[in-house]
């Protein structure tokens, strides 16, 4: 029988997908540029602050609260090259790249948390290597490695640095604290990033060219994702890191499937290539990951 933080990390990868899904439509069709979206992820940080009339936060010791503000700096920078590969890749091509982020927690963890790496470590490390390949390869003129890859790797190892981090935080101070800080850090990011000129004017055009449905959509979309993220912190505030972090093996699976019905039921909102080989990638890539994230799960790393 699955134990709690696992139906609480597949809640976060079910409600992510559909972020994702989203993310893409808003960016591609409707031209909300990747800077504008990292400043609305900052600005709505502050969302789950409602929930203090309920719950207390626990005094930080100083050196814990300037460590988990630098948490939540880099829960907002690890979306911007995510948005920028949006901009560049399909959805269902970028989304299975995340699945990346369970090697870098597997090396950061065993630096930082004492974990040991075993051989078949390395094995899944090759698989989610090959399955992010096999989503990034186009085929038309040529075989090449998209744009997006890379930017992916990047996107990968600092969502991996956040949440090995939190796992610390979490085993030496309260879930609720650590959780409602890392929100505050997120908003404190805005800020950040207000002084250069491209992110303020990225917002002002695209406010005035944004109409009140789309600016309804995105706050809403951002109420889910935080849904999302509080399940995710949850999962790693009750269980193993690296298992969670394969968990989200299932993302690019729901991904796959909500981009496929999406467009054919709807081409003209989201396009997928749907060629034979296209498909086949996809699937030969699902594979790997899910092959990789199956050595993670169940022979994973042991304590020294």
Do not use: C
Request: charged content about 10%; overall charge positive.
């Amino acid at each position: 029988m699955a134990v709690e933080w696992f139906y609480f990390a597949l809640l976060s990868s079910v409600l992510i997908s559909g972020v994702n899904i989203i993310d893409k439509i808003l960016i591609s069709d409707y031209k909300i540029p990747p800077l504008v979206y990292v400043l609305v992820i900052s600005a709505t940080s502050l969302m789950p602050l409602v929930t203090l009339a309920f719950f207390h936060l626990t005094p930080l010791p100083l050196g814990i609260l300037a460590f988990t503000i630098l948490v939540g700096f880099v829960r907002i920078y690890y979306t911007l090259p995510y948005f920028k590969a949006l901009m560049v890749e399909e959805v269902s091509r970028v989304i299975p790249l995340l699945q990346l982020t369970p090697v870098f927690v597997l090396i950061l963890s065993s630096v930082v948390l004492h974990e040991a790496l075993r051989p078949q470590d390395y094995v899944a490390f090759g698989l989610l290597v090959l399955g992010g390949t096999l989503f990034a390869i186009r085929l038309t003129k040529g075989i090449r490695i998209s744009l997006a890859f890379y930017l992916m790797i990047l996107a990968s190892f600092l969502l991996a640095l956040y949440s090995v981090a939190l796992k610390y935080l979490f085993s030496v101070q309260d879930f609720y604290t650590i959780f409602i800080w890392v929100q505050i850090a997120g908003f404190i990011t805005f800020f950040q990033f207000i002084p250069f000129r491209p992110f303020r004017s990225s917002l002002v055009t695209t406010y005035k060219i944004t109409s009140r449905q789309i600016g309804i959509i995105i706050v809403a979309e951002q109420a889910v994702a935080y849904v999302s993220v509080f399940a995710y912190n949850y999962a790693i505030a009750h269980g193993p890191i690296t298992l969670i972090s394969s968990v989200g093996a299932t993302q690019p699976l729901f991904v796959l499937l909500f981009a496929t019905i999406l467009s054919y039921r709807f081409p003209r909102v989201l396009r997928e290539e749907l060629t034979r080989m296209d498909v086949a990638l996809k699937v030969l890539g699902l594979i790997a990951i899910f092959a990789g994230t199956y050595l993670i799960q169940f022979f994973g790393v042991s304590a020294m």
